[in-house]
């Protein structure tokens, strides 16, 4: 018996969600013009600091299909990390970014995501599909977008009006033609919330944002031997892996629920770290502490820098 694209489109859905993926659509597999000259813009502009690995695979992201020939859909979902726990108000402790609370994503998604590809393997034996969790050359937020299951918020996050925004994105590209969503309609309206909390001005315009600026960029992409600029270490407001202040202001975020995945928790209700213990934390300590964990990106030497950078903007 034959069925109709709609019909497994929603088969998918459903396998998404039986999956425990709270949001989930599908678009055309087809090149982003508009959306790689705006990327190329930005490149041009240096926005992308020292993060050089955004400058490959150029052809890639700008046409999904080179990835995967024959591609015919991009399925991407959507699953939530927040959990309701809070940082200490303390000046003795550096703030981790509540992605990083539990444990690496990248160890969690694909897994999930392989039920979704088996349901596909399926529906045609003879399809290809091809999983990616952040680890490729693709413009996950622009493919979330063009999926409909959320707009791309003026602190260039992905924004879901059921969820907000505390969520991670996978991607499955796939040779099977499908039933396409629509892309959702911008829902930030006029506010200016995000652009005004951010204490470096990162986010130099709606839509827009600068990682020369950025904490989060600083705390984990840069580095370690890379010292910290004055107008930054100033600003960082005790983040010492991370930073989630455009997304902790962020209205749409009250409609947030607590994740379903166990791990994504707090270790050892920690949301945080004392300056002290990073500082006195050995090789040994920091990989016991971090095995599986998203802090161990920025390395130990990573995690002392930028505690040092906060301690001597306190001292001058």
């Not at 694909?110 to 045609?124: A, F, H, T």
């Not at 986010?203 to 890379?226: G, M, Q, R």
């Not at 107008?231 to 202001?249: F, H, K, L, R």
Request: some cysteine.
């Amino acid at each position: 018996m034959e069925y109709s694209k709609s019909y497994y489109s929603e088969l998918i859905k459903q396998t998404a969600k039986k999956a425990g993926f709270e949001l989930v659509g599908i678009a055309k597999a087809e090149a982003l013009p508009e959306e790689f000259d705006r990327y190329q813009e930005w490149l041009a502009s240096g926005y992308h600091a020292t993060m050089h690995f955004l400058e490959k695979n150029l052809e890639k992201r700008k046409d999904i299909r080179e990835i995967l020939l024959g591609a015919e859909s991009v399925i991407v979902i959507g699953l939530s990390y927040y959990t309701p726990h809070a940082h200490h108000d303390s000046k003795e402790e550096g703030k981790i970014s509540r992605y990083a609370w539990g444990n690496d994503y990248h160890e969690i998604l694909p897994m999930k995501m392989q039920e979704i590809v088996s349901e596909l393997q399926s529906i045609d034996p003879d399809s290809q599909s091809k999983v990616y969790v952040d680890t490729g050359p693709i413009p996950e937020k622009q493919w979330a977008r063009k999926a409909g299951i959320g707009w791309q918020g003026k602190n260039s996050n992905i924004i879901s009006r059921e969820i907000g925004s505390w969520f991670f994105l996978g991607i499955i590209i796939t040779t099977i033609p499908l039933h396409y969503d629509s892309p959702m309609e911008d829902y930030c309206g006029t506010c200016t919330a995000c652009l005004d909390a951010c204490p470096t001005n990162a986010i130099i315009e709606p839509y827009k944002v600068d990682a020369n600026k950025c904490i989060s960029y600083w705390t984990i992409e840069a580095k370690p031997h890379i010292e910290i600029p004055t107008e930054i270490a100033s600003n960082m407001e005790q983040w010492v892996y991370g930073c989630d202040i455009c997304q902790d202001i962020c209205p749409w975020n009250r409609f947030s629920s607590e994740s379903s995945v166990q791990e994504f928790q707090p270790r050892k209700n920690e949301t945080g770290l004392t300056f002290h213990s990073i500082l006195e934390m050995k090789q040994e300590d920091f990989s016991d502490r971090f095995r599986k964990s998203p802090v161990k990106r920025t390395k130990l030497a990573g995690l002392q820098r930028n505690v040092n950078a906060l301690q001597s903007n306190e001292e001058e």
